[in-house]
């Protein structure tokens, strides 16, 4: 059974930076691809990045330049680096692979 674990949100001022961890078990990651995802308040799901098993990345037109994602195979975790912060990035972040999804992690950016 799969399970996520996301980790590293919190309250940064606008410009500031995060980065987001997104921990797996029951699972080898290295053979899948992972998303991330955010959902503000009030707003639908949306898309963020996601990086292939041979670690292609893509990212949404909202987040590209600012954001990036990574993975670690070795500790099964993988990241979302956040940098330029803007209030418009205060969501709700999750992680998933093969249709499993964490509990998330809340970033607000405001000063």
């Known amino acids: 059974q799969v399970h996520l674990v996301e980790s590293g949100g919190g309250l940064v001022q606008p410009g500031g930076s995060l980065r987001l961890s997104c921990a797996a078990s029951?699972?080898?990651?290295?053979?899948?691809?992972i998303g991330w995802y955010r959902q503000a308040t009030g707003k639908a799901r949306e898309w963020v990045a996601q990086i292939s098993s041979s670690e292609l990345t893509s990212y949404a037109d909202s987040v590209k330049g600012r954001f990036t994602i990574s993975r670690d195979n070795t500790k099964n975790t993988a990241y979302l680096q956040m940098n330029s912060l803007q209030p418009e990035d205060t969501a709700v972040y999750y992680c998933t692979v093969l249709a499993s999804w964490g509990q998330g992690t809340q970033v607000t950016v405001s000063s």
């Open positions: 029951g699972i080898a990651v290295r053979h899948y691809g």
